[in-house]
Structure formats: structure tokens, C-alpha cells
Nanobody, 123 residues
Framework: QVQLVESGGGLVQAGDSLRLSCGVS????????MGWFRQAPGKEREFVAA????????YYADSVKGRFTISRDNAKNTVYLQMNSLKPEDTAVYYC????????????????WGQGTQVTVSS
């Protein structure tokens, strides 16, 4: 079973930056495309960003384009989300997940999930 652990969340002010990390266990890490999702209290989980298994293709939600960057280092079994120019509306629990279905943006097309890390952005 593949396990994912997110880290790097915290409390920041609007305009600040954070880098989230997702460590993945197992020897099959490099075979998975990976994604980041986020969920605010009382709201549905929403797509943030995704990256192909080899890192050559990336996808972003319109709300984070130009501000967030997803990357991966397969040698370290780690995927990253660099978040710049953070806004209060970015406040949420952020989850990383491994993709197995056809959709890049639908949670149902991701198989394994981490426990999440809290990101809070104050105004």
C-alpha cells in the first residue's frame, strides 16, 4: 500500500509564500501522476494542481495559475507545491494524492491520499 504524508503548512499573511511537500512511500512512486487538492470547512474538495509521472506535464486550477507551481523529485519520492502570493481564499487543508483514473481534476480519479496539512492565510 502506498502512503503519502504532507508537510509544510502553516499560518502566513496575505502575499507570503509556502512550500508544501508530500513524501510517498513504496517503490511504485515514480509510476504515479500526482495531484494536490484542497478543502475548506463546509466546502467540497477542489483540484489545485497535478503533475505527470515524469514531471513533463503540469495542470493548474485557474484560481492558482501564475501563483502556484507543482514539481516532483522522483529520486526523493517527493512532490512539492510552491505557493506564492497567497490569498485568504487559499486557506484550506491541502492534500496530495496519486492519480490512477483519466481525469486530472476529479478526486475520484486519485487512488491514495495523504492526511492533509493546514494552510491559513490572514489578511
Amino acid at each position: 500500500q502506498v502512503q503519502l504524508v504532507e508537510s509544510g503548512g502553516g499560518l502566513v499573511q496575505a502575499g507570503d509564500s509556502l512550500r508544501l511537500s508530500c513524501g510517498v512511500s513504496g517503490r511504485t512512486y515514480s509510476t504515479y501522476a500526482m495531484g494536490w487538492f484542497r478543502q475548506a470547512p463546509g466546502k467540497e474538495r477542489e483540484f489545485v494542481a497535478a503533475i505527470s509521472w515524469d514531471g513533463r506535464s503540469t495542470y493548474y486550477a485557474d484560481s492558482v495559475k501564475g501563483r502556484f507551481t507543482i514539481s516532483r523529485d522522483n529520486a526523493k519520492n517527493t512532490v512539492y507545491l510552491q505557493m506564492n502570493s497567497l490569498k485568504p481564499e487559499d486557506t484550506a487543508v491541502y492534500y496530495c494524492a496519486s492519480k490512477y483514473g483519466s481525469s486530472w481534476t476529479t478526486p475520484e480519479d486519485y487512488r491514495y491520499w495523504g492526511q492533509g496539512t493546514q494552510v491559513t492565510v490572514s489578511s
